[in-house]
C-alpha cells in the first residue's frame, strides 16, 4: 500500500504546477499594470500623505510599491482562476486510471486530492503576499513618516480577539475544503447517475440533485459570510451584524457538514464511478 504522506507530496507536486504557472502569469500582469500607471503619471515625482504630514517618493520605491499594489489587487482574479483550474484537476485525478490505481483507500485518496488543492491554494496566497511585503519593504524602511507611525501603532489584541481570529481562520479553512468537496459530489453524483440508469430518468434526477446541491452552496455563502463579516466587523469601523458571533459553534457545524459530503464522496467515488485512461 501507498502511504498517505507519499501521495500527498505527490499530488501536491502536480498541483504546483498550476501554482506557479498562475503566479507568474499574475506578476508579469502586475508588472505591465505597474509600469503602464507609471508612464501614465509621467515620470513626475509622487507623494504619500501620512497624517498631516508629506513626503516625496523615490521613483524607484514608488516602482516597487505599485507594483505591491498590483498584486495585492490581482490577487483576487489569479485566486479565483486558481480554484477553477484546481476544481477540474481534482475531478480528473478521481476519474483517472492512472490515479485511482495507486493503492491506497479511497478515504485517504480523496482526502490527499481536497488536501492538496487546498494547500497548493494557500502556497499561492503566501507567495503572493510575500512578493508585496518584499516589494512593499523600501518604502516602509526609507519613509520616515510611516516608520513613526507604526511605532505609534498599538498592536494590542485580547485573548477574546485572537479566539475570534482562530476560529475565523479555521471557518475559511473548512469552506474552502467544502467547496472542493460540493465540486466532486456534483460531479461524482451526475457521473453516478448517468451511468446507472435510462437516459430520461437520469437527466431529471440529475436536474434535481444539482439544483439541490446549488441551493446547498448558497446557503453555505450566506451563512459563513455573515459569521466571518461578524468577526472582521470588530476590526473594522463597519456594523456587519452582532457582536456575539458564535464563530466556534459554526466551526462545528462546517466540519459535521465537511465530514459528511466527503463520506457521501467516497462511496460514491468506491461504488459507483469507475476510472477511465488518461
Same mark, same amino acid.
Not at 14 to 31: C, D, G, M, N, P
Given at each position: 500500500?501507498?502511504?498517505?504522506?507519499?501521495?500527498?507530496n505527490?499530488?501536491?507536486?502536480?498541483k504546483?504546477?498550476?501554482?506557479?504557472?498562475?503566479?507568474?502569469?499574475?506578476?508579469?500582469?502586475?508588472?505591465?499594470?505597474?509600469?503602464?500607471?507609471?508612464?501614465?503619471a509621467?515620470?513626475? #515625482?509622487?507623494?504619500?500623505v501620512?497624517?498631516?504630514a508629506?513626503?516625496?517618493i523615490?521613483?524607484?520605491?514608488? $516602482? %516597487?510599491?505599485?507594483?505591491?499594489?498590483?498584486?495585492?489587487?490581482?490577487?483576487?482574479?489569479?485566486?479565483?482562476?486558481?480554484?477553477? *483550474?484546481?476544481?477540474?484537476?481534482?475531478?480528473?485525478?478521481?476519474?483517472?486510471?492512472?490515479?485511482?490505481?495507486?493503492?491506497?483507500?479511497?478515504?485517504?485518496?480523496?482526502l490527499?486530492?481536497?488536501?492538496?488543492?487546498?494547500?497548493?491554494?494557500?502556497?499561492?496566497? =503566501?507567495?503572493?503576499?510575500?512578493? #508585496?511585503?518584499?516589494?512593499?519593504?523600501?518604502?516602509?524602511?526609507?519613509s520616515?513618516? =510611516?516608520?513613526?507611525? %507604526?511605532?505609534?501603532?498599538?498592536?494590542?489584541?485580547?485573548?477574546?480577539?485572537?479566539?475570534?481570529?482562530?476560529?475565523?481562520?479555521?471557518? *475559511?479553512?473548512?469552506?474552502?475544503?467544502?467547496?472542493? #468537496?460540493i465540486?466532486?459530489?456534483?460531479?461524482?453524483?451526475?457521473?453516478?447517475?448517468?451511468?446507472?440508469?435510462?437516459?430520461?430518468s437520469?437527466?431529471?434526477?440529475?436536474? $434535481?440533485?444539482?439544483?439541490?446541491?446549488?441551493?446547498?452552496?448558497?446557503?453555505?455563502l450566506?451563512?459563513?459570510?455573515?459569521?466571518?463579516?461578524?468577526?472582521?466587523?470588530?476590526?473594522?469601523? $463597519?456594523? $456587519?451584524?452582532?457582536g456575539?458571533?458564535?464563530?466556534?459553534? *459554526?466551526?462545528?457545524?462546517?466540519?459535521?457538514?465537511?465530514?459528511? =459530503?466527503?463520506l457521501?464522496?467516497?462511496?460514491? %467515488?468506491?461504488?459507483? *464511478?469507475?476510472?477511465?485512461?488518461?
Amino acid at each position: 500500500m501507498t502511504s498517505f504522506n507519499t501521495l500527498f507530496n505527490r499530488m501536491f507536486q502536480e498541483k504546483s504546477k498550476s501554482v506557479y504557472l498562475i503566479y507568474l502569469i499574475q506578476a508579469f500582469a502586475s508588472l505591465c499594470f505597474t509600469i503602464m500607471m507609471m508612464v501614465s503619471a509621467g515620470g513626475h #515625482a509622487q507623494e504619500i500623505v501620512v497624517g498631516s504630514a508629506r513626503e516625496t517618493i523615490n521613483p524607484v520605491v514608488e $516602482f %516597487l510599491f505599485m507594483f505591491a499594489v498590483m498584486m495585492l489587487m490581482t490577487s483576487f482574479v489569479a485566486d479565483f482562476v486558481y480554484w477553477i *483550474v484546481s476544481s477540474v484537476k481534482n475531478e480528473r485525478i478521481n476519474r483517472s486510471q492512472t490515479w485511482r490505481l495507486i493503492p491506497i483507500s479511497d478515504t485517504k485518496f480523496l482526502l490527499s486530492n481536497f488536501g492538496t488543492a487546498f494547500l497548493s491554494y494557500i502556497w499561492l496566497g =503566501i507567495l503572493e503576499f510575500v512578493t #508585496a511585503v518584499v516589494m512593499s519593504l523600501p518604502l516602509l524602511l526609507s519613509s520616515k513618516e =510611516i516608520k513613526e507611525a %507604526l511605532q505609534r501603532s498599538n498592536f494590542d489584541i485580547s485573548a477574546q480577539t485572537w479566539d475570534q481570529l482562530l476560529g475565523g481562520l479555521l471557518l *475559511v479553512i473548512l469552506l474552502g475544503y467544502a467547496w472542493y #468537496a460540493i465540486v466532486s459530489l456534483i460531479n461524482l453524483s451526475s457521473r453516478s447517475i448517468m451511468d446507472f440508469l435510462p437516459n430520461g430518468s437520469s437527466k431529471a434526477l440529475m436536474f $434535481f440533485v444539482r439544483l439541490i446541491i446549488v441551493i446547498m452552496i448558497v446557503w453555505l455563502l450566506v451563512y459563513a459570510s455573515s459569521t466571518l463579516f461578524s468577526v472582521i466587523g470588530q476590526f473594522t469601523p $463597519f456594523d $456587519f451584524g452582532s457582536g456575539d458571533t458564535g464563530v466556534w459553534s *459554526v466551526v462545528l457545524e462546517f466540519l459535521a457538514f465537511d465530514v459528511i =459530503i466527503t463520506l457521501i464522496d467516497i462511496f460514491l %467515488l468506491n461504488k459507483f *464511478v469507475e476510472s477511465k485512461q488518461n
